[in-house]
């Protein structure tokens, strides 16, 4: 499942066709290998607003090197931008000012953040600044290349001290295949400055639930909670016991064999998660299924099987976890989206509306959601998985390609996601569907 074109570019006589036919060379992506430092070189600070104080501070408790200036040569890994002071459209110069001169003099794979006020907790002429910046983050992100991501956040007033883990997120290679994204902290309510004490370790002591963890991206979900130091519990269908186990052994995590369309799986699940575990800190909504027909054929089995396993059974299980007390305080649920679900697809009414269906999920709970529980969702693009290799060779060549990035994202690029939405830290990461799509063009 690897990805071919990127070996060919990269080889000799790949690197002649590049060069004179024009063709997409997509670069080697970063990405984190535990007890790596988060950023691999400076982040250059810039702007003036409300977080510029804090930024500094914050940074070097991630233990990531921050400076106001470059000196002559060098090159800067990151830029954050506090665009929080942008007051009115005339201010939005700045953004002109700081970045055009710096865009030759960043590294491979680099990171740009843009801090801003949510707009619709201002109003005219800074409301109008605020939400101007998108157009710029998600331009960079068309043009940065090289492997660059840039990303807007938000941060409402009061989660000033709660964007930690977002940088560290952000601003390393954990978050390789996520790019032109708005992020929200502190929206929606949640403000939490959950303290981290290991930064490491984020979720130790924590209970992780993952449907579909035996293979595909659930099963490096489950890997990288694993690694942040959570107990992870697996679900998975009987036919896909044996590698279930096993990965769960291997993650000395435990295991739970089941439908979860199945009518009792909301009641099972809440009951084993109880019994065995005393409740449980973070629920992933992995599992999903395809059955793609365009909807003048699509038999009704095709849309109800789909409908049950990606959109009812999340949504019923989460309702049992809360609703049983199960989820503990300070609990993250969290859904898997698809672009299909924002953009559309031929073929995909049937997945296409599911998955709409988990970002429908992600609304209506983050407003209802207390004693500190938080509910978020991935969006994942062209990942390359058994999912996708069943695709079409053409059509797969050409999902790959249609990204900033030139390439497919991997597993491990949604699961980091995940595990930024899970972290002890992320209690001011509330409502927000998160793209891992390499900014993919399709509904951008
Ligand atoms: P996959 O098919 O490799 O893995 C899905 C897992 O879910 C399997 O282990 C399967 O046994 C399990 N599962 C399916 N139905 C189940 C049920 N009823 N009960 C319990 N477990 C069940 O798929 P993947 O590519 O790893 O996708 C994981 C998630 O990411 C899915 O929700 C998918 O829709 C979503 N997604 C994937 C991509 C991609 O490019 N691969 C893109 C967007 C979204």
Redesign the pocket.
Known sequence: MSDRYQGFVSSPIGRLFVKNLGLPDPTPLERWTGGDALVDGLVLLGGAGRLTEVLPTTLDGLGIASAPGLDDGARAKALVFDATGITDPSGLVALQEFFTPLMRRLETCPRVVVLGTPPETTTGAERIAQRALEGFTRSLGKEIGRGGTVQLVYVAPAADGAIASTLAFLLSPKSAYVSGQVVRIGAHGSASTDQVDDWSQPLAGKVALV??A?????AEIARVLHRDGAKVVG???PQ?ASELTDLMAELDGDHLVL???HQDAPQRIAHHLREHHGGVDVVVH????TRDKKLANMAEDRWSTVIA??LT?PELISRELLDAGVVNDGGRIIG?A??AGIAGNVGQTNYATSKAGVIGLVESLRDELDRGITVNAVA????I????AAVPFATREVGQRLNAMSQGGL?VDVAETIAWFAGTGSGAVNGNVVRVCGQMMLGA
């Open positions: 449907t579909g035996s293979r595909g991206i659930g679900v998975d269908v896909a439908d979860i369309t992995n599992a999903g299924i396993v990606n059974a898997v698809s672009i994942p693009g062209f990942i998985t058994q999912m996708t597993p």
